[in-house]
């Protein structure tokens, strides 16, 4: 394991472009949808007795979306603050409690739409994973805001059912003995 000396602090980080009549309302009701629908944005990771241990709760209170105006500011000074915005967002993150994702809604002005940042520590997403969560969030955003119901489709592979595999393949013999090379 790496002794990292600010574990909290490797995130990955998206900038989404969205219109400029977004539904800040229907926004968070698809994130929070997103939240249930993804187990790891519910964990949360602690250091107990000199080891890591991490959980995944149920439920989870999903932190404000930072609504953040840059109106009438020039874009030079509005990408400025983008990465102040970024910034703040990454040293916002904490492994506990969750979830481990930090959202903020950011307003350019007319004609500049908005920018939705959203920050996930490493934990719980990866370059393979952003594609799924932008197609979830897409899709929920899409039916909360017609007035639909939030529905997906079912989970393939549960995170619990994956380490259970994980931990199956890691006490095969033909595994262990293999554990040599890597």
């Not at 249930?36 to 989870?60: S, Y």
């Not at 102040?84 to 967002?89: C, H, P, Q």
């Amino acid at each position: 394991s790496q002794n990292l000396r600010r574990p909290q602090h490797w995130n990955q980080a998206f900038w989404f472009e969205t219109d400029d009549d977004i539904d800040s309302a229907a926004l968070g009701g698809a994130l929070e949808h997103l939240v249930l629908r993804h187990e790891m944005l519910r964990a949360h990771v602690t250091w107990v007795n000199g080891e890591w241990q991490q959980r995944i709760q149920q439920t989870v209170a999903l932190p404000p979306i930072r609504q953040i105006s840059l109106r009438g500011l020039a874009p030079s000074v509005q990408e400025t603050q983008l990465q102040t915005i970024a910034d703040e967002l990454h040293a916002d993150m904490q492994l506990s409690p969750a979830p481990l994702m930090r959202c903020a809604l950011v307003d350019l002005g007319a004609n500049r739409g908005h920018r939705l940042l959203i920050v996930i520590h490493h934990l719980a997403v990866d370059a393979v994973s952003w594609g799924i969560i932008a197609a979830d969030l897409a899709h929920l955003y899409s039916q909360i805001s017609q007035g639909q119901p939030a529905e997906s489709a079912p989970v393939r592979t549960s995170y619990a059912q994956w380490a259970k595999t994980l931990n199956s393949l890691a006490a095969d013999a033909a595994v262990r003995n293999d554990q040599a090379f890597w």
